[in-house]
């Protein structure tokens, strides 16, 4: 049996000392300001894209890897011996799961396994935990497939954010409903729902009060949540309302599987600065 390489785009959001445990390779997604083109925390950091939005008055694009560079890294782990599990970014959400199922087509059967998230940031994270783990454990790649994919669907990932601004500029949001918006300090909470970002909640006042509905939803799946990792995902959100989460979420778990992460750069083009999230898989 083959040695397992778990390999991941960018948007899963895990911190680079997770994704050294479990020895991933990253793909990274692209960036486009205009013709300049820069790769997702490689060549361009989060806190460098909203010093451009700002210069610039404008927001970037996004776009998946080409299929070419996504079976250059499988290629480079297969030609060593291992079979590859990928995963990234859902399908409904972006097109980087179709370059990845094109470069599947350059490798034999059985080689490589694509795990659809149907979710982004650290909730594919937390599927891609899943599967370095097993491949630990010297599990097969089909077998970290199939125990891995079902969980797609018991994925719960929801965030308050702090500002309309980008989601106004990027198309997601009327002008009326910003103006609103700053007005009556609103802050949608979107969450994802059969692979699609909707708009879940609109809860009033400071950030630090919207992020109480997190701690509500999370309460209500509080028994049926799988406590072997939660995320605190955000974007550059403000050290008293990620402090504040992670304390309360120490009450009902263990502050050892609350793992504190920031968006990557193509996650933060369509969320915006002061974005925040918990993020975890129900039994």
Do not use: W
Request: charged share 25%.
């Amino acid at each position: 049996m083959n040695k397992v390489k778990v390999i991941v785009d960018s948007t899963c959001d895990l911190t680079p000392e997770l994704y050294k445990e479990f020895d991933m390779d990253v793909i990274p997604l692209n960036v486009n300001f205009g013709e300049e083109n820069y790769l997702d925390n490689v060549t361009l950091t989060p806190d460098e894209l909203y010093a451009k939005v700002k210069e610039k008055k404008t927001l970037p694009s996004s776009a998946a890897a080409s299929p070419a560079v996504i079976e250059e890294h499988f290629k480079k782990y297969i030609d060593q011996g291992y079979d590859v599990v990928f995963t990234g970014i859902g399908s409904t959400l972006s097109t980087n799961f179709q370059s990845a199922t094109i470069a599947k087509q350059s490798f034999p059967d059985n080689r490589v396994y694509l795990i659809d998230t149907k979710n982004l940031s650290s909730a594919s994270g937390l599927l891609a935990l899943k599967a370095g783990r097993m491949a630990k454990e010297g599990r097969s790649a089909g077998e970290i497939f199939a125990e891995v994919q079902p969980l797609a669907d018991k994925l719960s990932a929801q965030f308050v954010v702090d500002t309309l601004d980008y989601l106004h500029k990027g198309g997601r949001c009327s002008g009326t409903a910003k103006i609103f918006g700053h007005l009556f300090h609103i802050h949608p909470m979107i969450k994802v729902i059969d692979g699609k970002l909707v708009v879940y909640k609109k809860p009033r006042g400071t950030l630090k009060m919207a992020s109480n509905e997190l701690l509500n939803v999370f309460k209500e799946d509080y028994p049926n949540i799988d406590l072997e990792n939660v995320m605190v995902t955000h974007a550059g959100s403000s050290r008293e309302v990620a402090e504040y989460l992670k304390s309360e979420l120490a009450k009902f778990i263990d502050p050892k599987i609350i793992h504190e992460t920031r968006a990557g750069c193509v996650i933060s083009t369509h969320c915006g600065y002061g974005t925040i999230g918990i993020l975890y898989i129900k039994k």
